[in-house]
């Protein structure tokens, strides 16, 4: 019984410690999530800061790909779980093939 709850416990810590790690936002989880948005490698895809107005449970972010701008956004609950980025081009034409 003691061997279960330690396990128990333990997954629990490790799934958290893996939902936290996934939230963080920063350059280059964002980068990695407009570049499978988008359909190519996080190599070639900048991040930049957009101008829309921020919401509470939404992270908005532009993503330049071979000099195209894309806006893109992330939601997120708590900065906890993050889901994949939706980006789309800002001139109205295609994503990228």
């Known amino acids: ?8 416990a333990a997954s629990t810590v490790l799934i958290s410690g893996l939902c936290q790690a ?10 990695e999530k407009a570049a499978f948005s988008l359909g190519v490698t ?8 957009s101008d829309r107005t921020p919401e509470e449970n939404n992270y908005y972010f532009n993503a330049r790909y071979q000099g195209k701008l894309f ?4 939601a997120h609950i708590q900065n906890k779980m ?13 994503l990228p093939r």
């Open 71 to 74: 806006q893109c956004y992330v």
């Open 82 to 94: 993050m889901s994949d980025a939706v980006c789309r081009p800002t001139d109205g034409s295609d």
């Open 22 to 31: 996934a939230g963080v936002m920063n350059e280059t989880v964002l980068k």
């Open 42 to 49: 996080k190599d070639k895809v900048t991040i930049e800061e």
């Open 1 to 8: 019984m003691k061997k279960t709850m330690c396990f128990l």
